[in-house]
T-cell receptor, first 114, second 110 residues
Framework: GAGVSQTPSNKVTEKGKYVELRCDPI?????LYWYRQSLGQGPEFLIY????????DSGLPNDRFFAVRPEGSVSTLKIQRTERGDSAVYLC????????????FGPGTRLTVL | EDQVTQSPEALRLQEGESSSLNCSYT??????LFWYRQDPGKGPEFLFT???AGEEKEKERLKATLTKKESFLHITAPKPEDSATYLC???????????FGSGTKLNVKP
């Protein structure tokens, strides 16, 4: 079926604004991960969902970042009071949720905070 | 400290010139090591998973190997279309968290 999709592909916002980034995982995948990737760096873990619950949110940098996955499928990453340092590509990945899991990534959302 | 380190940061090869990329890790309790390819403006694309020391996997011109402390991605007779950033990742615990290296940017000249 279809791969992981993310919307929007690009988001430009002003400092202090609120943004929402959406991820549609591969159908049937119970595991969902959010990462942040800065230029020239590898993806940095933010949060992991298994089903509807956030099983590990240790990578969220501060309380301005929040993510939900209310029905165990689509997930939304929410960033309040955006700062210029939040500018990055935000990647979503999904997996089957097994003990030998492989992640499949979406194309990412490029967030620019002016 | 859990860490994944990749070297070199960048590698320029002539078409047909074989080489190897390195991924070393200090993440405790190996659950597997993953290799990805990332093209500019795209998300990482899965290549291989290695689960135990001594394991090897191949795909076209790529071969990945794993020891207890590092993994190598060998590229044999590369072509320009192999140009990309290659990332490795190691999971923590029950795959609830992955640590990625910074990647090796490979450029293969015709």
């Amino acid at each position: 079926g279809a791969g992981v999709s993310q919307t929007p592909s690009n988001k430009v916002t002003e400092k202090g604004k609120y943004v929402e980034l959406r991820c549609d995982p591969i159908s049937g995948h119970t595991a969902l991960y959010w990462y942040r990737q800065s230029l020239g760096q590898g993806p940095e873990f933010l949060i992991y969902f298994q089903g509807t619950g956030a099983a590990d949110d240790s990578g969220l940098p501060n309380d301005r970042f929040f993510a939900v996955r209310p029905e165990g499928s689509v997930s939304t990453l929410k960033i309040q009071r955006t700062e210029r340092g939040d500018s990055a590509v935000y990647l979503c990945a999904s997996g089957a949720g097994t003990s030998t899991d492989t992640q499949y990534f979406g194309p990412g959302t490029r967030l620019t905070v002016l | 400290e859990d860490q994944v380190t990749q070297s070199p940061e960048a590698l320029r090869l002539q078409e047909g010139e074989s080489s190897s990329l390195n991924c070393s890790y200090t993440v405790s309790g190996l659950r597997g090591l993953f290799w990805y390819r990332q093209d500019p403006g795209k998300g990482p694309e899965f290549l291989f998973t290695l689960y135990s020391a001594g394991e090897e996997k191949e795909k076209e011109r790529l071969k990945a190997t794993l020891t207890k402390k590092e993994s190598f991605l060998h590229i044999t007779a590369p072509k320009p279309e192999d140009s990309a950033t290659y990332l490795c990742a190691v999971p923590k615990y029950n795959f609830n968290k992955f640590y990625f290296g910074s990647g090796t940017k490979l450029n293969v000249k015709p």
